[in-house]
């Protein structure tokens, strides 16, 4: 995992460094050079224009433009207070103007040459990721010992292009939150053991309702290709269910009365896909919620249905809630604030259940502050259904025995990864769950037989 940390948070850090801040600006300065060679493909003759601003990250911008010069780069160096309305033509812009630093609007000057921001492109929010007047869209990114929230969040993704973090000797063991990477979901996800059973990691799934037997069909197929090794689904009502016909259909009332006996078996279940809006769908779903213990994930109209003020910590089993905005407005009262890494944790906290807040960025918080975020996947999983089958991958990595944390931030990694080899449009939720058994493999969560832990 990758540690991302605030500002504040960088401060304190750099304060605790052994290492005098010269030291430190000299190797970031160092990294930016070499950052602006590989992107210039050399150096040579090449023409450079660093916009270097007052502080930290404009001295990091100078030290990369004596390196440049002393490689044979003609560099020019703008004072960012200074610069006007247009810089000069150039093989690239390094962006050293005002990095995390800056609080107020800025208007860049305009340039058509390629950027390369220092540290995150000045005039993006270093928390919320939100562009503070007209920031430089930047090629690529070069961020020293961590990332920052507002290279991951809001327009600062698009606008930090591809990001490079560079170890300049800090240590940033004290973050609290982390990237989630492809290298980490075989170690947050259990493989299945070779003498595995398939009460071992069953799920079972309420879902469903008239006219929305589909959701249900889409969380129990999802569950069972993310490696559950029995699905019970059941649609409230008595209905027959509409799923795959792997999954055992189980009768369920209007009131979702559950033998305690049964739930028993289960190692996790998934609640709410499709359930609908009714009162008695409002009040079963509460019922369940409070009274079962098992791990469980609750998702779209099961959140609806828990609403504000259904808090999850006095459960002995943890639950996993999957909120959109909205469905997150209703859990909690607000809509999230722009500072998303917060606001999963303020919704935690208020709900004491782990909140996986969806989003072009997700972000997934503990009630005790340990945050994961990731960033696969894009416009294409904003499709009906999508929701359903991302319920379902977690409750089958509940079911497997993952931390409540880390199936819900591997669930919705995963679910990113699903779109790697789709059409770039026309994608629909049941293209998503077919695929999950080669992205499981290929991510190193289910080996070659006998490879099981």
């Known amino acids: 995992m990758i540690p991302v940390v605030t500002p504040d948070e960088m401060a304190d850090i750099d304060a605790a460094s052994p290492e005098p801040a010269t030291t430190l600006i000299a190797r970031a300065g160092a990294a930016v050079a070499r950052a602006a060679i590989d992107e210039m493909d050399g150096c040579f003759g090449r023409r450079v224009v660093v916009l270097a601003g007052p502080g930290a990250n404009g001295a990091d911008g100078r030290v990369a433009a004596r390196r440049l010069a002393l490689r044979g780069a003609r560099t020019t160096v703008v004072d960012a207070s200074e610069a006007g309305d247009r810089l000069p033509d150039a093989d690239l812009v390094i962006d050293a103007a005002y990095g995390t630093g800056l609080r107020r609007p800025w208007t860049a000057p305009a340039t058509e040459s390629p950027v390369l921001a220092v540290d995150l492109p000045s005039g993006v929010d270093p928390l919320t990721g939100c562009a503070i007047g007209r920031p430089l869209p930047a090629e690529r990114t070069v961020t020293f010992a961590a990332l920052k929230p507002g290279l991951l969040l809001g327009e600062g993704r698009r606008l930090a292009g591809r990001v490079e973090v560079v170890d300049i000797g800090l240590d940033v063991s004290s973050a609290t939150a982390w990237l989630v990477t492809d290298d980490d979901i075989s170690q947050m996800v259990p493989s299945r053991p070779v003498d595995a059973h398939k009460w071992q990691s069953a799920c079972w799934v309420v879902a469903g309702s008239s006219g929305m037997e589909g959701a249900a069909g889409l969380a129990a197929t999802a569950a069972q290709r993310a490696g559950a090794g029995y699905v019970r689904l059941s649609v409230p009502g008595g209905r027959a269910h509409d799923g795959p016909p792997e999954a055992v259909g189980w009768p369920l009332d209007r009131n979702f009365t559950v033998e305690p006996g049964e739930v028993a078996r289960f190692a996790s279940m998934v609640v709410g896909p499709g359930l609908g809006p009714s009162g008695e769908v409002a009040a079963g779903v509460r019922r369940i919620v409070a009274d079962t213990s ?56 208020a709900t004491g259940a782990v909140m996986l807040l969806k989003g072009p960025t997700t972000v997934v918080a503990a009630p005790d502050g340990r945050t994961l975020v990731v960033n696969t996947g894009d416009q294409r999983l904003a499709t009906a259904g999508s929701g359903d089958v991302l319920a379902g991958i977690v409750g089958a990595f509940l079911a497997r025995g993952a931390d409540p944390l880390c199936a819900a931030a591997a669930g919705a990694h995963v679910h990113g990864r699903l779109l790697d080899s789709l059409a770039p449009t026309g994608v629909v939720a049941g293209d998503l769950a077919p695929r999950l058994v080669e992205t499981l493999v290929a991510l190193g969560v289910d080996g070659p037989l006998g490879a099981g832990a």
Not at 295 to 315: F, S, T
């Open 294 to 349: 098992v791990p469980m994930v609750v998702d779209g109209d099961g959140l609806k249905a828990l609403g504000n003020g259904m808090p999850c910590r006095d459960r002995v089993f943890p639950v996993v809630l999957t909120p959109h905005d909205g469905e997150f407005e209703s859990l909690t009262g607000g809509r999230p604030a722009p500072d998303r890494l917060q606001a999963a944790r303020s919704g935690a906290s």
